[in-house]
């Protein structure tokens, strides 16, 4: 069993930063690669970010590529989302979630998700 936790969550300007943290028990982050996804209000949840860390690769959504930043470290089983330039569009509550299998923009392709971290960007 997989347990994921979000946090760093907040209000926050635009143009501003926020560091996202996603903490995991078990053998969370040696078996899986792992994404972020975000939804916001009235939207369908989206695919933000995914980590594949045995091959250091990682991919965006376009509309965050340049200004957000996957990483993880893997002794405290935590990885994290930098968001830097932030925009108003970026309101949403985000997601952490372990990846399984399939396309990595997509939710299925997901087993373990966190309970989400509500992000504010204020204008």
């Known amino acids: ?3 994921l936790v979000e946090s760093g969550g907040g209000l926050v ?3 501003g930063s926020l560091r996202l943290s996603c903490s995991g028990s078990g053998r969370t982050f040696s078996r899986y690669s792992m994404g972020w996804f975000r939804q916001a209000p009235g939207k369908e949840r989206e695919f933000v970010a995914h980590g594949v860390w045995s091959r250091s690769t ?12 996957i990483s993880r470290d893997n002794p405290k089983n935590t990885m994290y ?4 330039s932030l925009k108003p569009e ?11 299998g399939g396309s990595y923009r997509l939710e299925k392709s997901y087993a373990y998700w966190g309970q989400g971290t509500q992000v504010t960007v204020s204008s």
Do not use: E, P
């Not at 309101?91 to 372990?98: L, R």
């Open 1 to 3: 069993q997989v347990q």
């Open 13 to 15: 300007q635009a143009g």
């Open 58 to 69: 990682t991919y965006y959504a376009d509309s965050v590529k340049g200004r957000f930043t």
């Open 81 to 84: 989302l930098q968001m830097n």
């Open 90 to 100: 970026d309101t949403a509550v985000y997601y952490c979630a372990a990846y399984v």
